[in-house]
């Protein structure tokens, strides 16, 4: 007999379960990673601790090797609802700078990307030529082009949010590339040839055809391509030195072996990107909603 479908069965449920996994594995190597160090404070202090007083230590450390969840907790907190938005030391003030970039290079990215991916579609030549161009561009790694970017422009006296924001639009322009290009050829041939035998022009074919069978591609695109945008502005702070973003909060993080402001600004970056993955989710929603597709 087969069971009547339950949303916390099948959808909650999995989800805790992972989570639950998570956690005790994380608390495991809180104590296996931060043990040592335990250990060797006692033995200079020469004293003799138990196994239950290491465990305990291991979860109160002020700079852990792993920070236990408690105090990344704690310190999302303290830095979030304690501290004034226009705080230097708010992660919301830090999450907002590099929010702008990250909006502002997927903004010009997403205009890019649907426009290469129009001529590519409707012209031949910028197919064989463009599309292995876009390809190669992928395969550089952006640590390693993100610095030549920053030094080109900052010598040209262009500085601030354009350079994270270029950096956010090379990132994210690819998959919206391919997704669209796949997307605008997905009508069946059969439709493309009644469109044909209706007289339609290029414009009219495109604008009843290609693109509303190409909104599902574009929005899974979108997911990706705000997402790795956040990556990219994260990206482009750091070899400028930034004193503002959540990539400033990783570096100096970094530079003073604060390892629970580093782990906090990474959830923060988290939480940020899986709210503006959300908000894409609900406009794709929204948008088939209004084609009249039923979810």
Known sequence: MISAP????????????????????????????NAPFVRDQAARANEEITFAQVVERTFAQERPILPAPHQIVAELWDTTINKAVTSKRSLVYHAW??????????????????????????????????????????TIPILAIAPMIIVVLNSIGVSGL?????????????????????GLR???????????????SPSQTFWKLRW????????????????????GAIVG???TGAVAGLGARLLSGSYYGQTIQIWAALFMAAGLAA??????????????ARMGVKP
């Open 6 to 33: 339950s949303p916390f069965r099948d959808r909650i449920l999995p989800v805790l379960t992972v989570i639950l996994a998570i956690l005790v594995i994380w608390h495991i190597f809180v104590v296996y990673l």
């Open 97 to 138: 700078i590099t929010l702008s970039a990250t909006l502002a290079g997927f903004a010009m990215g997403t205009v890019l990307g649907i426009a290469l991916a129009i001529a590519i579609v409707h012209n031949r030549a910028m197919d064989k030529s463009l599309m292995p161009w876009v390809i190669a561009s992928q």
């Open 162 to 182: 354009m350079p994270k924001a270029l950096i956010s639009t090379y990132l994210s322009f690819f998959p919206i590339v391919v997704g669209m290009v796949k």
């Open 186 to 200: 997905s009508p069946d041939m059969l439709l493309l040839d009644l469109m044909h035998t209706y007289n339609a």
């Open 212 to 231: 509303p069978a190409s909104m599902p591609y574009l929005f899974t695109s979108l997911k990706v391509a705000i997402a790795i945008s956040l990556v």
């Open 237 to 239: 702070e750091l070899p």
């Open 275 to 288: 709210l503006l993955v959300s908000i894409v989710g609900m406009a794709h929603t929204r948008v088939l």
